[in-house]
């Protein structure tokens, strides 16, 4: 018996989509794009940047970093 809140992650999406013959690019895509993250034109999503963009969304989306964080130390290295 399956959860039926059970969210696949972005490893099972990517895996399951390898599985039915998709490329590493085209799965890597999809799972982009599942995941509501925009594919474009250029080069292939990587699955680990897919993972690191979805942290980054999560950290903002709870406050824990804000759009203003780390312009003070990139200031002092332009002033600098």
Do not use: K
């Not at 992650?9 to 799972?31: C, K, Q, V």
């Not at 982009?32 to 980054?56: K, N, Q, S, T």
Request: glycine content about 14%; overall charge negative; some cysteine.
């Amino acid at each position: 018996d399956q959860d039926q809140g059970h969210q696949p992650t972005t490893r099972e999406t990517y895996r399951a989509l390898l599985l039915r013959g998709f490329s590493p690019g085209e799965a890597a895509n999809l799972t982009a794009y599942l995941a509501g993250i925009e594919v474009g034109g250029g080069r292939p999503w990587r699955l680990v940047d897919v993972d690191r963009l979805l942290f980054l969304r999560e950290l903002c989306r709870t406050g824990r970093i804000g759009a203003d964080d780390g312009l003070q130390s990139m200031e002092a290295l332009v002033a600098g």
